[in-house]
């Protein structure tokens, strides 16, 4: 769910300016799970960017103080939100930890780095949501150390319907600065692509798995 319409189009300029988004309606790329899309995000390139990372910075804080309140631990998914997830605790004075894929295999086996106290509530920081899958790993992982989870704030969203269902089942709020029809929105406004090219594009969410198949 996007909470504010001006906050979500200027997200999609600024990550298409710095390329964190790339669209290329013809050729596509190639995701590590083997689909080809017309679309590539990668939303760590904004911690390079001071002006940007310091509006994704205070726009997410923002919004999670308005959903939630002041969490008792802001909670980043590896590995690429823990940059922006960690300037959202600290805009916020709040205690931050992170959540790895899976246990580490020495050590202390730890996937939950830094502390957490049974029944803090905890507010999950993504970078990106397309399938959700990674998301919701990491939301289980923190509810098996009894967290209260609040709910999941990401830069960016494809806005997958199996995404949507995935939270809606578990009963966990998904939220977004930003998504793919205001991306698709402000690309046509920039001129970045054009009417026909936006069509494709649309077409490929309705079918991700087999688009240019």
Excluded at 74 to 80: N, P
Excluded at 109 to 137: A, F
Excluded at 142 to 148: P, R
Aim: neutral net charge; proline residues 4%.
């Amino acid at each position: 769910m996007i909470l504010d319409k001006e906050t979500a189009l200027k997200t999609a300029e600024l990550l298409l300016q710095i390329k964190a988004i790339k669209l290329d309606p013809q050729q596509g790329f190639k995701w590590a799970g083997g689909w080809t899309s017309p679309i590539y995000c990668d939303n760590r390139i904004v911690l390079s960017y001071p002006p940007i990372r310091n509006f994704i910075r205070e726009n997410m804080a923002k919004q999670v103080e308005q959903l939630y309140g002041r969490p008792d631990v802001i909670a980043a998914v590896a590995t690429g939100a823990i940059g922006i997830g960690m300037l959202v605790a600290e805009y916020l004075g709040r205690p931050f930890v992170y959540v790895r894929p899976e246990a580490k295999s020495h050590g202390r086996q730890n996937q939950i780095e830094g502390k957490l106290e049974e029944g803090q509530t905890v507010v999950v920081i993504e970078d990106l949501i397309s399938t959700g899958k990674s998301s919701m790993n990491a939301v289980k992982a923190l509810k098996e150390e009894k967290a209260q989870i609040k709910g999941v704030l990401a830069i960016f969203s494809y806005g997958f319907e199996t995404a949507v269902d995935t939270f809606e089942t578990e009963g966990v709020e998904l939220h977004s600065l930003s998504n793919y029809d205001y991306l698709l929105e402000t690309a046509q406004r920039t001129n970045y692509i054009n009417q026909a090219e936006a069509e494709h594009l649309q077409s490929w969410r309705k079918d991700p798995a087999n688009w240019k198949k």
